[in-house]
């Protein structure tokens, strides 16, 4: 059955550092993949998209990969704050194609 | 309002217990998914809803049943509830199936 897997549940990172999460996958071929970023005692919130046919994709401080060969989805943090400390959720569409399964997210604690 | 609105925030409820969990929505979005997060389990689907009319099961749909009567209401309900049913419990939508979802704040169950 497919899998998703964020290698680490908790990373630590020091302010103005550059965070990296990892999201991997067994199979499947999903189109696409996203992130979501979670606070505590929130629902999760989307971030980005990023297609099979995109290598890259970037907004402001995040820039996301997505290698189909590695199965394997890398998301950045660049110049970290204090405020970017959440839990980043990686998601891919089910085999059926109905409905988006959801990685078990990495915590991400930024300190100034 | 807008976006998705959850209802109840939180609840304790005895073993045996019937329970409806309400999810509104009024984005006109075509999908709707309900999922339950548990720690070290991250967020599971239970069923989702593609369009009005018509709902799926999900990876832990057991013990559960949705409806979806209209494009903005999607409630789930447990018919006899358990203690391994206490969890949070997310409503989200989005506009096409598999596409961003956007997420209520949460329904926290304590099946005592």
């Known amino acids: 059955s497919q899998k998703i897997e964020q290698n680490s549940e908790a990373l630590n990172i020091q302010e103005g550092k550059t965070a990296t999460l990892t999201c991997n996958y067994t199979?499947?071929?999903?189109?696409?993949l996203q992130w979501y970023r979670q606070d505590p005692g929130r629902g999760p919130v989307f971030l980005l998209l990023i297609r099979e046919n995109e290598k890259e994709k970037r907004k402001e401080r995040l820039k996301v990969t997505f290698d189909t060969t590695l199965k394997q989805s890398l998301f950045h943090i660049t110049a970290s704050q204090p405020a970017d400390s959440a839990t980043y959720l990686c998601a891919l569409i089910n085999q059926a194609g109905t409905a988006l399964i959801f990685g078990k997210g990495t915590t991400l604690s930024v300190s100034s | 309002i807008a976006g998705i609105t959850q209802a109840p925030t939180s609840q304790i409820l005895a073993a045996g217990r019937r329970m409806t969990l309400r999810c509104t929505q009024d984005m006109r979005h075509n999908a709707m998914y309900w999922y339950r997060q548990d720690l070290g389990l991250g967020l599971r689907l239970i069923h989702y809803s593609n369009t009005a009319g018509t709902t799926g099961k999900g990876e832990v749909p057991d013990g559960y049943s949705v409806s979806r009567a209209n494009t903005d209401d999607f409630p789930l309900t447990l018919a006899s509830a358990v203690p391994s049913q206490t969890s949070v419990y997310f409503c989200a939508s989005s506009l096409e199936p598999t596409g961003e979802l956007f997420f209520g704040e949460g329904s926290r169950l304590t099946v005592l």
């Open positions: 199979n499947y071929s999903p189109a696409y």
